[in-house]
């Protein structure tokens, strides 16, 4: 059957009329809610936001239902609760429908194992509904695979902002060392390079003073499990390693010892350090000259040493991509909260989910996560001279912390260890099972170097074969017993 070349381009027309219809100017979903402008339904959204992230994203609320929000029928409305920790509590009694709990929000902030204790209780919204495949491929492949935790082919968290690990230095002082011993910044670019710049330092610093033993630590981490989970996959392991919603546990003995002997060694012999909050509070003290930190805290970065209560001097700041192990994969960590969606009635789901493609649109998507010291979300965004166009970013500081932490992410394969059961108690014991114990050990050291033991002696119980093994052996069955 011959058609006419006017018939078909009017069927066509017709045709796209029809399936459109139901949409509204967000663009293309796979599922569709009709909203009523004159009667706008409410979006509540629960998060942990604060300062500089708080007041972006008011304004960015503000602007959508003064604008889209408006013309579409949707009105949303934000509500801090506190910290992360503070907000997982309250949306899980508000599901569980404690007393005194408030009422299921239409959107909360969360990661991946908040979503995945909401979600077992039935009250997560699949996303895949209603975005097209064409929408979610301007994502960030990483950031969608974080949130498809289930293994059902689902998609239960809607990435809005993300950050990766820096790695930080105190630039004014590493020139007065590198300059007196020829240190090199490219040394920096490995685990191992680190660990041997820290002995070199500490020396250095021993040699300025009279006393003995009394060199200046050069290093230290914000998030300790980061460096675990991270190290590992970079020397070819995955220590939890999520499949069908079960978990097996992978602490390989040699890639373990790896990674003790360049955290929990360096650190008993005072290469290393960790005595404030954070470690830019031990940049701050003079305390540490560089530290591995999260791309969003590095606006922290102090912009002096402070002596004592009399002295302080100006320091730069020099941003270089975190330090890998030498020979290992290009492996680098994925952090930040995301959005969930709850069941709660269609039109909220539909309307909650506008609002966050709006929201991740490029230019919005960046204005937020600059403001607030993230990344932005999608493949396009996540382009230095966008960023530039798009902001304000006139520091140097902020220059330098947006591109290495987009070249991390540009260059890297981003990790993150998906939801499980107890998965936050399990990477608490990373975090805490050698770090806590590197600082215990740490001031043993101190007072046997005091009481006038050598440095090789001092040290010496702590560095053995033994005292690893131990160690290893607990932590392990610690982590067996989570990991079932």
């Known amino acids: 059957m011959k058609f006419n070349k006017k018939v078909v381009i009017c069927m066509i027309m017709i045709l796209s ?13 796979v599922k569709k809610v009709k909203l009523d402008p004159d009667n706008p339904t409410k979006v509540t959204i629960w998060h942990y936001y604060n300062g500089d992230q708080l007041e972006a994203f008011n304004k960015l609320i503000d602007e959508f239902n003064d604008s889209v929000g408006k013309k579409e029928g949707i009105y949303v409305e934000g509500a801090n609760f506190g910290t992360i920790n503070e907000l997982k509590d309250s949306i899980v009694a508000a599901v569980k429908h404690r007393t005194g709990a408030k009422a299921i929000p239409s959107i909360f902030a969360g990661y991946a194992d908040t979503a995945y204790e909401v979600d ?26 974080e949130g498809e935790f289930s293994g059902d082919g689902s998609l239960k968290i809607f990435p809005t902002a993300k950050s990766t690990e820096i790695f930080m230095l105190n630039k004014t002082d590493w020139n007065k060392f590198a300059e007196a011993t020829g240190a090199d910044l ?10 041997k710049t820290a002995q ?8 300025q003073t009279k006393k003995k033993n009394d060199g200046k630590a050069f290093f230290g981490r914000d998030a300790v499990a980061n460096y675990f989970l ?18 097996t546990l992978n602490f390989d003995k040699e890639i373990i010892r790896k990674i003790w002997d360049n955290y929990y060694v360096p650190f008993v012999k005072g290469y290393f350090a960790a005595s404030g909050k954070f470690r830019s509070d031990d940049i701050n003290t003079g305390n540490i000259l560089s530290f591995v930190g999260s791309s969003a805290g590095a606006t922290f970065f102090p912009d002096e040493v402070i002596v004592d209560d009399t002295r302080s001097y100006p320091i730069d700041m020099e941003v270089l991509e975190a330090p890998k192990f030498e020979g290992g994969e290009d492996y680098a960590v994925q952090q930040g909260a995301g959005m969930a969606v709850t069941k709660t009635d269609e039109k909220q789901i539909y309307a909650s989910v506008q609002f966050l493609k709006w929201f ?28 530039e166009k798009t902001t304000d970013l006139t ?9 290495a932490a987009i070249d991390t992410v540009n260059h890297n394969t981003l ?15 990373l975090e805490y099972a050698m770090s806590d114990k590197a600082s215990e050990d740490r001031k043993t050291v101190v007072k046997r170097l005091k009481k006038g033991e050598s440095f090789d002696e001092a040290v010496k119980d702590f560095v053995s074969d033994r005292n690893f093994d131990t160690w290893y052996e607990a932590t392990k069955a610690e982590l067996e017993k989570l990991v079932k």
């Open 200 to 207: 070199a330092y500490y020396e250095w610093t021993d040699i």
């Open 415 to 429: 990790y993150t260890t998906k939801a499980f059961e107890d998965g936050t108690d399990a990477r608490n014991i």
């Open 120 to 145: 077992k209780l039935g009250y997560v919204v699949d996303l895949k509904e209603y975005l097209t495949q064409e929408e979610q491929d301007k994502y960030i492949k990483s950031y969608i695979e």
């Open 360 to 387: 991740t649109e490029d230019e919005r998507n960046i204005q937020f996560s600059v403001a607030s010291g993230y990344l932005p979300v999608t493949k396009t965004a996540n382009d230095v001279k966008k960023i």
């Open 186 to 195: 490219n040394d920096l670019k490995t685990i191992e390079g680190v660990t």
């Open 17 to 29: 009329m029809l399936l459109g219809g139901c949409g509204t100017s967000l663009g293309s979903s």
């Open 395 to 403: 520091g140097n500081n902020e220059l330098s912390i947006v591109k």
């Open 230 to 247: 991270i190290g590992a996959k970079q020397l070819g392991t995955e220590i939890f390693s999520v499949k069908n919603g079960k978990v």
